[in-house]
């Protein structure tokens, strides 16, 4: 049987959208290739058709799912320094990305068993995590402020989903918020940065 053209290119990012989900809800290690083919309705002969191994397919999430937080950040819609930076905190640090690891960033769900991964794997996220912090760096006028930005967005993220009840979630993302916020206005007053407005 003949597919259409594009059609195996299709059912690459349809197993990176489940895959990806699946991962980020349970872990890495955890989640087995029989998980991941089940969840996505095909056998292991197609997945291994797409991916050579278990490190490739965490390759193409890194490389997926960062891109996904670049696309999401290039269409932020506003304009001005404060506005956007609000846009971000209230999206990233939301009681929604808490509760919904399988349908938020990577690097929270991911980054420890990234920190386990071979070289190639560490090389590879290196490289698409810097190409955001070039985004961020624009946006903050600095690149030392974007890593801290991307830090401190990350590490509150890690320990809100590590609490047991609601409240303690909400006040660990709400003390961030309005952490960052203070920290980046400080930043602009002291003329250490220079936002673009």
């Given at each position: 049987?003949?597919?259409?053209?594009?059609?195996?290119?299709?059912?690459?990012?349809e197993?990176?959208?489940?895959?990806?989900?699946?991962?980020?809800?349970?872990?890495?290690?955890?989640?087995?290739?029989?998980?991941?083919?089940?969840?996505?309705?095909?056998?292991?002969?197609?997945?291994?058709?797409?991916?050579?191994?278990?490190?490739?397919?965490?390759?193409?999430?890194?490389?997926?799912e960062?891109?996904?937080?670049?696309?999401?950040?290039?269409?932020?819609?506003?304009?001005?320094?404060?506005?956007?930076?609000?846009?971000?905190?209230?999206?990233?640090?939301?009681?929604?990305?808490?509760?919904?690891?399988?349908?938020?960033?990577?690097?929270?769900?991911?980054?420890?068993?990234?920190?386990?991964?071979?070289?190639?794997?560490?090389?590879?996220?290196?490289q698409?995590?810097?190409?955001?912090?070039?985004?961020?760096?624009?946006?903050?006028?600095?690149?030392s402020?974007?890593?801290?930005?991307?830090?401190?967005?990350?590490?509150?993220?890690?320990?809100?989903?590590?609490?047991?009840?609601?409240k303690?979630?909400?006040?660990?993302?709400?003390?961030?918020?309005?952490?960052?916020?203070?920290?980046?206005?400080?930043?602009?007053?002291?003329?250490?940065?220079?936002?673009?407005s």
């Amino acid at each position: 049987m003949r597919y259409p053209a594009g059609h195996k290119q299709e059912k690459r990012q349809e197993l990176l959208r489940v895959s990806g989900a699946l991962i980020k809800a349970n872990g890495f290690s955890a989640t087995g290739v029989d998980t991941l083919t089940q969840g996505a309705g095909v056998t292991s002969g197609s997945f291994y058709s797409h991916f050579g191994s278990k490190t490739e397919l965490l390759k193409a999430l890194i490389d997926n799912e960062l891109q996904i937080s670049r696309e999401m950040w290039a269409g932020n819609p506003h304009d001005t320094a404060e506005e956007w930076v609000n846009f971000e905190l209230d999206r990233y640090l939301s009681l929604g990305h808490v509760n919904h690891p399988e349908s938020g960033c990577v690097i929270p769900a991911l980054g420890a068993e990234i920190a386990r991964a071979d070289t190639s794997v560490k090389d590879l996220y290196a490289q698409e995590l810097h190409k955001g912090v070039v985004i961020l760096a624009k946006r903050l006028g600095s690149e030392s402020l974007a890593w801290a930005f991307i830090c401190q967005l990350v590490g509150a993220l890690v320990l809100a989903r590590a609490m047991p009840t609601t409240k303690e979630k909400k006040a660990v993302i709400g003390a961030s918020k309005q952490f960052l916020k203070h920290a980046l206005q400080v930043q602009s007053t002291h003329g250490h940065t220079h936002p673009p407005s």
